[in-house]
């Protein structure tokens, strides 16, 4: 058995909502696992229910060792970060910090001195006398870390801590997370709907739609090797392209064109799925596209245009390439990287 | 700076309140300094006067009732008593009710709060008999107990806690309880140093209201140790009238005065926190 894991977790709202069906994961010690979906698909449920801030409707949840699912939230040493970090308004930011430790009687000495470590960590030292709302966003955020690592817990939780916070920062605190997750080394899973987020700071991902992990896996993993429709569409920026086709005798045809020799034995209507990223320019190649717009991002250009029957498509290309608005494109996939699914279930065929 | 005419019409008018607040009790004050027999000749005082030390004195000191046993020394600190006892349990009991009201979510919290709420319907007034009849069957007449427990509960002051209590975020509460802390210690950690600003003011404005009970203590109490500042304002109008020749009108005006020291204490007293809560929003 692993550190935390959960076995057929199911969780039904009161007022009929299943926001979890029959979950099944298991996080390593130290491992930094992020769960991401999009909004109102389970996340924060699952999250909530390892904190025991929810119910478990069905299922087990073992953490360390024990079986936790009847364990008060107080008695199950688990912190958490929240959204809009939740910090005791009254309390200033040493006593936010020591709240924690003074409830499970730890004497003053040791809380002083865990308290200062804490902060030193964070770089929140200077604050310690203040209230949180003499504090900035990056501040505030840091000190709702710091109250969760103070007490030196067996699983952190981050439930979207950065989503509060603007562009630069979110990066920076991103970074800082990762780095001090990798020093203190404990068990953390965090929750985001942001792939970005998802991908740079996860040891492993778990996709999650409407309540079920549609993929478990390293970033690289779920990158390279999605397994179904909604993996692909979700993971990746810009979004993967999708075309409609239609796979007979291993030959795929598109819209307007055909691969062939495809290495699945899968027939009928399919979506081909085909990364930006994936694609480079070629005389006489497979696709051709029209352009409309260019963004120049510096390092690269995202080029959105139209392919024969005005359907909309991304391709990215360096930077130092350009091209003019309403040039024709003609475009090769590179190292056959494409993937196919079954339209009907959105599986991956090839 | 230029004042600006409507400036200057704001603040006649905030003159005009002060001085209709505040003359009233000047000319009380002025004229409880003077003996009775100018006062009833030459009319009420503006200034002060030299009997102030005699007649406040007098009044504090002098033994009256039917057992000439009783002062208005005594009736004060048992009007402060019965006003202390009733804000102080008013504002614990509605407070914590508040909480299982808020945060224990049991199928009956909103019917149990409506009939609390509709008892703002029945006040002691309307319920004076049945009250009394309990009260005096449980043997609490002529006690400070008995003065005070049927006034504790308050749907007023329950209604803004949990008015109150509603406002604060549920990831307050949860992040509490992660960090260990049981149903108690999010009360007495939380929601009382949260809410202390409502605290006072539940505390100045039910201070007032047990400070002011007339008809309960009237009808509560024989004995006379028991008697409050308002019924002595009463008794002490009507018994000037025997024996002596004049009326005291000069010692009720320095009864009046001295019957107005223990609220604005209260008040005094509380409103720095009240003032501190309102400049500086926490939430
Ligand atoms: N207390 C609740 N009662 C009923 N339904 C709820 C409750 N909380 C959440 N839900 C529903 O459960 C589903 C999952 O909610 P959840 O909060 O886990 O989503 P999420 O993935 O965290 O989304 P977001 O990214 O927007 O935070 C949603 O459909 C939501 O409407
Ligand atoms: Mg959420």
Redesign the pocket.
Known sequence: MSFLDLKNVTKI???G?K??HETSLSVDEGEFMVFV??????????L?MVAGLEDITEGDINLDGKLINEIDPSERDVAMVFQNYALYPHMNVYNNLAYGLKNRGIDKETIEQKVNDAAKLLQISDYLQRKPSMLSGGQRQRVAMGRAIVRNPKIFLF??PLSNLDAKLRIQMRLEIKKLQQKVGVTSIF?T?DQVEAMTLADRLAV?NN?IIEQLGTPIEIYDNPKSLFVAGFIGSPQMNFLDGNIKNKTLSAEGFEIKDIDSDFEGEVKLGIRPEHLSQRENSLINLKVDLVEQLGSDNLVYGRLKDKKDFCYRCPGNLTIEKGADLSLNIENNKYYIFDKSTGKRVN | MKIKPLQIIAHIILILGVLLMVVPIWISFASSSHDSVTILTEGMKFHIGDQLARNYNEVLNEKGGWSEEVTAAKMFINSFIMALGIATLKVVISAMSAYALVYYRFKLAVPIFWLIFITLLVPLEVRIFPSYKIVSDLGLTNSYTGLILPLVASATATFFFRQFYKTIPDELLESAKLDGANAWSFFIDFLVPLSKTMIAAMFIFMFVYGYSQYLWPLIMTTAEEYWTVVMGMKIIYTESYEGVALPRTAERFAYIILSMIPPVLVVVFLQKWFIKGLIQTEK
């Open positions: 709202y009161p007022n909502t926001a979890v979906g999009p909004s109102g698909c389970g996340k924060s449920t699952l909530r439930d979207e929750v709907h999650i309540g």
